[in-house]
């Protein structure tokens, strides 16, 4: 199956700034997958990246508040723009590894707000 | 919005014991997956059903699907303190398509 470099794993930032999140992986993948989990909850999806064309964005996510980047099918950046204390959540990328398997996960990057 | 619901939502169980977590999900589907995640870091998949299949085992895990009824359980016979985490039921509404996590039980496997 797919392996995922996320990074970073942690941060701490200044609310009203903003962070890039890179997912990196070691296969080329048509979609992948941006979640949040926030404190003691489940994942919700934030928006599905495809190469070469814009992300979609669930209900509730705007592409100005968490812009995405798909430059190829191995990589790809979610940014928390103008961040506040509420945004502090662990982030994830997934892809599909196959279709027996199941999706592969990043680590997840752990985001305080400060 | 997360479709699927879990029960229960906390169980603390005695090492050797059999733990059973449920997940009613709303929506047709393609399969459903079981993840586990350890301490708030990345997921990891345990097991896959199809919509076509009734029961799966893998190692000590055992998966069931009734689609009539839009449930799952997964069980984890002759349970460790290793397993100790948070396990997800995710739903895929086609294959390859956005996953749909329900809420989630935390495990504790007492030594």
């Known amino acids: 199956s797919a392996v995922i470099s996320q990074k970073p794993s942690r941060d701490i930032c200044q609310r009203g700034t903003s962070l890039t999140i890179q997912c990196q992986v070691d296969?080329?993948?048509?979609?992948m997958f941006w979640y949040r989990q926030q404190p003691g909850q489940s994942l919700t999806l934030i928006a599905t990246?495809?190469?070469?064309?814009?992300?979609?964005?669930e209900s509730g996510f705007v592409i100005d508040k968490f812009p995405i980047s798909r430059p190829n099918l191995t990589f790809s950046t979610l940014t928390v723009s103008n961040m506040s204390p509420e945004d502090s959540s662990i982030y994830l990328c997934?892809?599909?590894?196959?279709?027996?398997?199941?999706?592969?996960f990043g680590s997840g990057t752990r985001l305080t707000v400060v | 919005s997360q479709q699927g619901e879990e029960d229960p939502q906390a169980l603390s169980i005695q090492e050797g014991e059999n733990a059973t977590m449920n997940c009613s999900y709303k929506?047709?589907?393609?399969?459903l997956q079981w993840y586990r995640q350890n301490s708030g870091r990345g997921l990891v998949h345990l097991i896959l059903?199809?919509?076509?299949?009734r029961e799966k085992h893998s190692g000590r895990l055992r998966v069931t699907l009734d689609t009539s009824k839009k449930s799952s359980s997964l069980l984890i016979t002759a349970s460790r303190a290793a397993d100790t985490a948070s396990y997800f039921c995710?739903?895929?509404?086609?294959?390859?398509?956005?996953?749909?996590f329900g809420e989630g039980t935390q495990l504790t496997v007492n030594p």
């Open positions: 997934s892809v599909e590894a196959t279709h027996l398997y199941g999706y592969t």
């Open positions: 296969s080329q993948v048509t979609m």
């Open positions: 990246a495809n190469q070469g064309s814009e992300a979609t964005y």
């Open positions: 929506t047709s589907i393609n399969n």
């Open positions: 059903i199809r919509s076509n299949e």
């Open positions: 995710a739903t895929a509404e086609t294959s390859g398509s956005r996953l749909t």
